[in-house]
């Protein structure tokens, strides 16, 4: 896998964002299995590093892809109920369920910069 590239801030003043905690929806450099799998994969199709709008959708789709896969479910209000039903998917960008509203929880991913560097905090 390829070295994710720092963001500019982090290259300029990153004396003054030393230890800095923050979170984001995705983190490449994560060692999450399924993370770096799907890093791994995408670098060697796109010859570049996925960043978070690929890897939500790749989530997203695998999520859909799983419930309409489910022969149970022919209709809308059962591809509905189905997707309700999604727990604790295990994604590229964390694990994500539905709540009672229809909106996606998702485990943010917790990051520190520690010697210039981003590294996710575990």
């Known amino acids: 896998m390829q070295p994710v590239k720092q963001p500019n801030g982090l290259k300029n003043d990153a004396q003054y964002l030393e230890e800095a905690i923050f979170v ?13 799998n799907f890093v791994d994969f995408y670098f060697k199709k796109y010859n570049r590093i996925p960043e978070n709008i690929e890897a939500l959708a790749y989530d997203t789709a695998q999520i859909i892809t799983g419930v309409l896969n489910n022969t149970e479910v022919k209709t809308r209000a059962q591809f509905v109920s ?33 010697d210039g560097k981003l590294e996710q905090v575990k």
Do not use: C, W
Not at 24 to 36: G, K
């Open 24 to 36: 984001d929806s995705f983190f490449a450099h994560s060692p999450y299995l399924e993370t770096s």
């Open 82 to 114: 189905a997707l309700n039903k999604v727990e604790n998917y295990k994604g590229v960008t964390g694990k994500t369920y539905f709540d009672s509203n229809r909106v996606a929880q998702k485990t943010a991913f917790v990051l520190r910069i520690r």
